[in-house]
Nanobody, 125 residues
Framework: QVQVAESGGGSVQSGGSLRLSCAVSGYNYKVSCLSWFRQGPGKQREGVARIDSLGKITYYESVKGRFIIFQENAEKILYLQLNSLKPADTGMYYC???????????????????WGQGTQVTVSS
């Protein structure tokens, strides 16, 4: 059984930083796409960053240059470094995984097979 667990959320002031972690266990597929999504108050869930099975990284336009996605393969942990945070970044951040070589699109939420429960990020002005 695949389990996905996020951690590292919190409350910071505008301009601050946080590092989110995502531990994936029970995942025995040979290929994987890993991603971070977020859902702000009253908004739809949207993709933030993703890594495909070939190591290609893609960021959502609004976070380019501020967020960094990376993974520790040995421990199967996915990270999201959040820098220069803005109040608009506030929301629940989710980690997702799916066993495909190439990742579904940022708006194709239903195509991602495994999800964590989320970790809250709150940025105050």
């Amino acid at each position: 059984q695949v389990q996905v667990a996020e951690s590292g959320g919190g409350s910071v002031q505008s301009g601050g930083s946080l590092r989110l972690s995502c531990a994936v266990s029970g995942y025995n597929y040979k290929v994987s796409c890993l991603s971070w999504f977020r859902q702000g108050p009253g908004k739809q869930r949207e993709g933030v960053a993703r890594i495909d099975s070939l190591g290609k990284i893609t960021y959502y336009e609004s976070v380019k240059g501020r967020f960094i996605i990376f993974q520790e393969n040995a421990e199967k942990i996915l990270y999201l470094q959040l820098n220069s945070l803005k109040p608009a970044d506030t929301g629940m951040y989710y980690c997702a995984a799916t066993p495909t070589v190439f990742c579904p699109g940022f708006l194709d939420v239903g195509a991602w097979k495994y999800w964590g429960q989320g970790t809250q990020v709150t940025v105050s002005s």
